[in-house]
């Protein structure tokens, strides 16, 4: 609206930015003018444009304008013949206002930038929160914490045996409510059902199948299991089972989900 009672009888020069297709004569092309500027498409040159004074009108391009035109209810049925609701453009004829253009640009623009600044800024922090705060980040940090109590060195790497046990207490970790102690769900035991804790000279033979399946693991030819596949393996386990601080999920779902862990695994 500002920018219609300023600048609507600002008369149009040749091959200028400010013409038919961009200017302030209505509402409507006021707005998309400015839609337009806030993509820094050639702002600066209408600005330039409706900065241009009475000499230079009459000086260089040979056009008359006046300082202000006097437009009432009375005179404006003459001025618009073709009945749109605007001054026909022949009898547009004001000059620029230099003050005034250099301000009003500059001041939409800095605004403008400032606002879409901080739009861009406040996506960025959303984005950040929303990560540091996400199941999946809470997840790989506590298993970090475990992890450290079982490779102390930060050799990255542990035998097979510990790598079990470091998964299973932070499976158990995870699976836990902190105030009352008790577990979220029943999580997969690694032991086969049928082994009753006694001791044996091949305890990998006593594995559960379903649990092995679920981790996936890769063990180097030492018997050792690195630290970034047992962080896959809990990742594995947690979508399995439904994530953690959850419900948990049926057999019958756990299933499904290790068939598209597999599924996925083999396309890769």
């Known amino acids: 609206i500002l920018g219609v009672n300023l600048f609507a009888e600002v008369a149009f020069l040749p091959d200028a930015s400010y013409n038919e297709n961009a200017n302030f004569r209505s509402l409507g092309k006021a707005f998309s003018l400015l839609i337009r500027s806030v993509t820094g498409e050639g702002w600066n040159a209408i600005m330039h444009d409706l900065s241009k004074d009475k000499f230079y009108y009459e000086s260089y391009v040979d056009i008359h304008c006046v300082d202000s035109m006097d437009i009432t209810a009375a005179t404006f049925h003459n001025l618009d013949r073709d009945r749109d609701g605007v001054v026909d ?14 301000a009003y640009f500059i001041t939409y623009t800095l605004i403008v930038t400032f606002v879409i600044l901080n739009l861009f800024i406040a996506v960025i922090f959303e984005g950040f929160e929303e990560s540091s705060s996400s199941e999946t980040a809470d997840l790989l940090h506590r298993v970090l914490e475990v992890w450290r109590r079982y490779d102390p060195d930060n050799t990255m790497i542990l035998p097979l045996d510990r790598a079990l046990d470091c998964i299973d207490r932070a499976v158990h970790e995870l699976t836990t409510h902190p105030s009352c102690g008790e577990s979220y769900f029943q999580p997969l035991s690694r032991w086969d059902s049928a082994y009753l804790g006694l001791p044996f000279d091949m305890p990998a033979a006593l594995y559960s199948l379903q649990y092995m399946r679920v981790l996936n693991l890769s063990v180097t030819s030492f018997n050792e299991v690195r630290f970034i596949v047992v962080m896959k393996a809990i990742v594995r386990w947690s979508i ?18 290790l068939c598209a862990l597999e599924e996925l695994d083999g396309r890769m």
């Open 89 to 102: 453009s022949e009898f547009v004829n004001g000059c620029g206002k230099q003050g005034w253009a250099f």
């Open 240 to 257: 399995c089972c439904g994530g953690i601080n959850g419900p948990g999920l049926p057999p019958c779902e756990r299933v499904e989900r």
